[in-house]
């Protein structure tokens, strides 16, 4: 095939990269050296031609008739028009131009002239970086349309529903990416957390589309659920922990409070009610294992975040397992260890750049906007020898995962690092915050060394809420 290219831009060099030795190019550019180069560095490249390429003159010099394809691709609209205007008068199969400017796209269209929007598409592309890089959109049929990517985050309030509710007039998904397999969804397929969707919509409607999911309001805790759970424990200071929680309820979205109690507490309702007017209240009494009975009721109720005082665990049922982290990990929501340390102003996240620490960070930075709240992120590298073997690099590459999340929030953290000892160096550092927010990987302790999740949990000064679904 043979190809006429006017332009010898970085368009054009990218453009050469890509075709291969079944392609003969013939270049027009005003700069002689820079033919030259390309001359010198493409094998396909068949001819140069110094000279202005929007003249008639040396159009006819490079025999425009003879190819397949003419490619406009300079940076000036008003040279890609006159290219464009003589070429189409050829017997030329196939033109393509640059367009610099959007206002003057429809002239080349009325030429019958593929187009491509080479500001505007760079512009989109730029601008969606900046809104949000785990979306990802391409214009579709030269700018006609878009197919938009997006990975479907915990607290997207379409989780859960039907993919109809993702077909209109504006737009339809059309795919789906699960566990890297991809599947045509049926209108009665469910979208579910960690969904890649594949969505092809009209140009400009990623905005309305974005609200219709409801990807950008605070969630937290009714990506969960929509309830707090508070369970009073024996020999823990009941006003404190229930005014901490009337303190996150009244600050976030939450729709009821359910009251666990033992039955000589229940005169706990009365304050409650004073406390709180626009929140409905239950109190429910326990008797027996508190463990068993939270796990009861999360299977019967929808809550979003549970709140227990850090109950204090004997010496040998430490030994035996982590409690406060394998409770986290028996429910399914967020689990808070009040300590009195409300309001919410400073939020501490340590930060490994697992998974459940992203996750964690995505909560932090979700309270926060709800509390108006301050996000620090605290990065603990230890020892070799307590570590084992890693990259010289690994903080670096921690905090520049933070930078990156720091980035798709459009959150400012303040950035903490320390060597040493995560246990004591997260301790040391939690002094100054009012909240902790952890993720959690694993339920278990190894077999000769400590849960580090549960001794961090323990002996920080401030409430902790740890994420470990």
């Known amino acids: 095939m043979k190809v006429l290219i006017c332009g010898a831009g970085k ?7 890509r075709l291969d030795k079944s392609w003969l190019a013939t ?6 050296e820079k033919l030259k180069n390309l001359h010198s560095e493409f094998q396909n490249v068949e001819k140069v031609i110094a000279g202005d390429a929007s003249s008639p003159v040396t ?6 008739a003879d190819f397949d394809y003419v490619l406009a691709l300079t940076e000036s609209d008003r040279v890609n028009l006159a290219i464009c205007e003589y070429a189409s008068k050829q017997p030329v199969n196939q033109i393509l131009a640059r367009v610099n400017k959007q206002e003057n796209h429809p002239r080349f269209q009325e030429m019958g002239v593929r187009t491509v929007l080479g500001s505007t598409m760079l512009a989109k592309s730029i601008c969606q970086y900046l809104k949000d890089p785990r979306i990802n959109v391409i214009d579709l049929a030269f700018g006609d349309g878009e197919i938009i990517e997006v990975d479907v985050s915990h ?4 989780v859960g529903k039907k993919t109809s509710t993702l077909i209109n007039d504006k737009w339809r998904l059309v795919a789906t990416f699960r566990q890297d397999k991809m599947v045509f969804p049926s209108k009665d397929s469910e979208i579910l957390t960690g969904d890649r969707l594949v969505i092809v919509a009209r140009p400009d409607t990623f905005n309305e589309l974005c609200t219709l999911m409801d990807c950008g309001i605070p969630h937290f805790p009714l990506s969960y659920g929509q ?17 901490e929680c009337m303190h996150l309820a009244q600050n976030t979205k939450v729709r009821y409070l359910s009251v666990l109690c033992a039955k000589e507490q229940t005169d706990i309702q009365k304050k409650l009610e004073s406390w709180a007017q626009s929140i409905d209240i239950e109190v429910e009494t326990f008797e027996g294992d508190l463990t068993e009975r939270l796990q009861e009721l999360d299977a019967k109720k929808n809550f979003g975040l549970m709140v227990i005082h850090p109950f204090e665990a004997t010496f040998f049922k430490s030994l035996a397992k982590p409690t406060l982290i394998s409770l986290a990990h028996s ?7 009040a300590r009195h340390t409300y309001p919410y102003k400073k939020i501490l996240v340590p930060f490994n750049a697992t998974s459940k620490a992203e996750l964690a960070l995505c909560t932090a ?9 301050e996000v620090a992120v605290a990065v603990v590298d230890e020892p070799e020898f307590i570590r084992g073997e890693q990259s010289e690099d690994w903080a670096e590459s921690v905090l520049k995962r933070i930078r990156e999340l720091g980035h798709v929030h459009k959150f400012e953290f303040e950035e903490i690092l320390r060597k040493g000892n995560p246990v004591k160096e997260i301790a040391i550092i939690a002094k100054d915050f009012n909240l902790m927010v952890m993720g959690s990987t694993t339920r278990e302790k190894g077999l000769f060394s400590p849960h580090v999740g ?4 323990r002996n920080v000064p401030c409430s902790v809420l740890i994420i470990a679904n």
């Open 227 to 243: 309830g707090l759970l508070i369970a009073l424990v024996p020999k823990s200071d009941h006003e404190q922990i229930v005014r």
């Open 454 to 457: 549960e001794l961090i949990a």
């Open 331 to 337: 429910i399914s929501c967020p689990l808070l260890l």
């Open 27 to 32: 270049l027009i550019d005003k700069s002689e």
């Open 59 to 64: 159009l006819d010099d490079a025999k425009v």
């Open 365 to 373: 930075v979700d309270l926060a906007k709800q509390l108006k709240a």
């Open 155 to 158: 607290h997207f309030q379409v």
């Open 11 to 17: 368009v054009s060099i990218h453009l050469l990269r």
